[in-house]
Structure formats: C-alpha cells, structure tokens
C-alpha cells in the first residue's frame, strides 16, 4: 500500500470529467487499497479517484466513527435523490475549508463494487451527502462550486498563496 497525493484546488486535474472503469482487475483495487489508506491517514471520510489524478470512476467512503467500514464504489450512478439537508462540508483538496451546502437528504447509488458485482445502496444523512459529494469530483465538480463566486474568489486566491509558500 502506498499513500497517494492528493491534488489541491485550484489544480485542473480536480476539474477532469472520470472515465468508467471499463475491467475492475488488480490494478483497480490497488488503487482502491491506496486510496484508503490515503483517506484514512489524511484524515478523511471520502475521497475520488481523480483527487489523487486518476480520472477514474472511483470513490471510496467511510463515515463510521472507528474508520472501520470502507465502502467503495466504481462507476457510481446515484439514480434517486429526495429530500434536502444542509451540512457543512470539507475536502481533502481544499484543506481547511468548511462550508455550508445542501444536497438530496436520501438517495439510491447503484455501482460495482471492489470485487466487481453490481450493487444497489440506499443512503441517508451524512452518508448520502458524502455519496454526492464524491460522485460530484467524478465530473470535475467540487463543493466551493455551491457557493457565490465572490467567495469562490477569494478562496481560490487564499489557496494559490498557500501553495506558493508549501513546501
Ligand atoms: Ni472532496
């Protein structure tokens, strides 16, 4: 296993459009394996393929609070969204940053899972916004793009200083 780097807005690789994993073999769940160990040491509860520049549909997720319960999913197809919840949002390609954002409050995903079979996922809360949030950097959107360009702006122009001075 390895740890990943992870891309930081405003990187355009953050704003690639995912291709579907066409075979899901050994190098996919290598991937899958990194991408975890990359969530967890971060620390994080989702992260997408393309975030660590695999422009891939991939993302993995764990909500629970030991980090013990890794859900990952390939080519994700969210296909029922209902309802509506504001939670403050993060991500680890915009470190430091959190924001209120609404999305669905339930919704069905449909996907392959890390051995390949197809599955079907009910989800709710906090679960379900991840989901969204996750499935949303598969076609190169991110959540400060839910929020009023002024302070888009000013975000993207506070993350450039902070890259220019990273070591
Ligand atoms: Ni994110």
Redesign the pocket.
């Known amino acids: 296993m390895a740890l990943l780097h992870i891309l930081r807005y405003p990187d355009p690789g953050l704003r690639l459009i995912s291709a579907p994993v066409a075979t899901v073999d050994g190098e996919v769940r290598q991937l899958i394996d990194d991408m975890l160990e990359t969530m967890y040491a971060a620390p994080g509860v989702?992260l997408?393929a393309p975030?660590v520049s695999v422009a891939q549909r991939i993302i993995v997720v764990d909500i629970s609070p030991k980090g013990d319960a890794p859900l990952c999913l390939i080519n994700p197809e969210i296909t029922s969204l209902t309802g509506g919840v504001v939670m403050e949002e993060g991500?680890?390609?915009v470190p430091g940053l959190h924001e209120n954002v609404e999305r669905a409050e339930q919704i069905k995903v449909q996907a392959l899972g890390c051995d390949g079979v197809p599955f079907e996922l009910e989800a709710e809360g906090l679960l379900a916004v991840c989901i969204q949030?996750?499935v949303d950097?598969l076609e190169g959107k991110?959540?400060v793009d839910y929020l009023s360009e002024l302070k888009r702006n000013r975000i993207q122009k506070k993350m450039e200083k902070q890259r220019r001075f990273s070591m």
């Open positions: 989702g997408a975030q991500c680890l390609s949030h996750e950097h991110l959540f």
